[in-house]
């Protein structure tokens, strides 16, 4: 009996020499999702005991007035720090001004308040809801996420970052770029951690590392310049600020920090004047100017700051975007003649906060806003305390679109619930005319 001769076996493919996650990497280039789709976590890696003595201690801390804003490190390049699309997808400025020029829009995603303390389940809801998005044909693909703040709870603490950060965002298949939140630059009370350490080394890295906190998965550090900077795209630039620490209002300039980001502000907008930029502008910071309900929570001074340079440079934004109210807010304020859309996007999977006490009804919209005497008027237009979300945001050579997604429609879903769209060239609410 004669014996088939067995076919060869393939020789299994060398593996990769597996990453040292015991420090930083440097891999030379940015990389996002996993190669293959992974299921959801149910639970975290990492136990977070609750943090109700440490909030405790801040309660009493800040009832005698003892909390200040905190000093931070100098981002690099002053007075204008700035990152582009191109820097952070690792392409040439040619490729990208192309890419997008032959979409004839771009499109990016906007959420704040993302990390949780008690488990993954809202934040997977939205992780997925925007990852669902990639599934548009090409010209709808959004390039990146730009996060406004609160990535890290309660602390900021680097051993969260894995649970809270990369994990969530595993199968996100773009860029993550951020400002920083509140609690991510918090110090707990009695720890000798330093301000937004895991944060800078997270998001203002040099250089594309693998991080220690990814734990294993693709993601690299972002490079961002530092805590507050200029994100510039094709048709658009978005002014971040860093709003601090407080729990309200947020701070960007005073004794304690002194007056860099007004520095900053100044050459931002005065660079967008001096490039006569016909683009979208869009400043963001974490602590909301306006929230519903009351005038607690307002960031007045702040307000006051970033209008006065506003009116120094004569450039105004086509929009502001926040985080830190854990729910969706639109307001428009009358500012001359334009319209301005404040949006607060701070339901990104941390939790909700009910914009009126319990047993107090529903606040209906459109409501105009209680201001200071010789305010510009301020209109609350939309709103939802009920869901988990994000913003999909839409730019065109004339156009700048802002829709809001909740999670609880699912991820087959399209529709925004809510949206609004400005003019550039009139800075006037408009229907959107699409490309």
């Known amino acids: 009996m004669t014996r088939r001769p067995q076919p060869r076996r393939p020789k299994p493919a060398p593996k990769t020499p597996p990453i040292d996650n015991t420090s930083a990497t440097d891999i030379g280039h940015p990389l996002f999702a996993q190669?293959?789709?992974?299921?959801?976590?149910?639970?975290?890696?990492v136990r977070h005991p609750s943090d109700n003595p440490a909030y405790k201690q801040i309660d009493q801390l800040n009832a005698a007035h003892k909390l200040k804003a905190l000093p931070f490190p100098a981002p690099r390049d002053l007075p204008e720090p700035q990152l582009s699309l191109a820097d952070i997808l690792g392409a040439s400025a040619d490729a990208i001004n192309h890419l997008v020029k032959q979409k004839g829009q771009l499109v990016f995603h906007a959420a704040g308040d993302t990390g949780n303390t008690r488990g993954p389940g809202d934040q997977n809801l939205v992780a997925d809801k925007m990852i669902s998005d990639f599934s548009d044909d090409e010209v709808h693909k959004?390039?990146?996420?730009?996060?406004?703040?609160?990535?890290?709870?309660s602390f900021g603490e680097g051993q969260y970052y894995y649970d809270q950060f990369y994990e969530p965002y595993r199968n996100y298949p773009a860029p993550i770029v951020a400002l920083a939140g509140n609690h991510d630059g918090m110090v707990a009370p009695g720890t000798n951690a330093s301000t937004l350490t895991a944060f800078l080394e997270n998001f203002c890295s040099e250089r594309f590392d693998v991080a220690p906190e990814a734990g294993g998965l693709s993601r690299t550090t972002q490079i961002q310049p530092g805590v507050f900077y200029t994100f510039e795209a094709p048709l658009l630039r978005i002014l971040a600020l860093y709003s601090n620490t407080l729990e309200d209002p947020g701070v960007i300039a005073d004794d304690d920090i002194g007056q860099s980001q007004i520095a900053y502000l100044q050459a931002a907008l005065g660079r967008v004047k001096s490039d006569k930029f016909n683009g979208a502008i869009i400043i963001a910071h974490h602590h909301p100017a306006y929230t519903a309900g009351s005038m607690h929570g307002w960031s007045t001074d702040m307000l006051k700051q970033i209008d006065a340079a506003c009116d120094k440079s004569g450039v105004w934004p086509h929009a502001v975007l926040s985080g830190h109210a854990h729910n969706y807010q639109r307001f428009?304020?009358?500012?001359?003649?334009?319209?301005i859309p404040y949006i607060v996007c701070g339901n990104g999977g941390h939790g909700l906060a009910k914009l009126t006490r319990k047993g107090?009804?529903?606040?209906?919209?459109?409501?105009?806003?209680?201001?200071p005497k010789g305010s510009d008027q301020v209109i609350?237009?939309?709103?939802?305390?009920?869901?988990?979300?994000?913003?999909?945001?839409?730019?065109?050579?004339?156009?700048?679109?802002?829709?809001?997604?909740?999670a609880s429609d699912g991820t087959e879903a399209k529709s925004p619930d809510d949206f609004v769209t400005v003019d550039l060239a009139t800075r006037k609410l408009v229907h959107f005319t699409g490309i």
């Open 142 to 153: 959004p390039l990146f996420f730009f996060h406004l703040g609160d990535v890290i709870y």
């Open 360 to 371: 107090g009804g529903a606040l209906r919209t459109p409501q105009s806003m209680e201001v």
């Open 332 to 339: 428009t304020r009358t500012h001359g003649q334009s319209q």
């Open 35 to 45: 190669p293959q789709p992974t299921p959801d976590p149910t639970k975290f890696k």
């Open 380 to 406: 609350l237009e939309n709103y939802d305390d009920q869901d988990s979300g994000y913003l999909r945001v839409i730019v065109t050579p004339t156009q700048f679109r802002v829709e809001y997604h909740s």
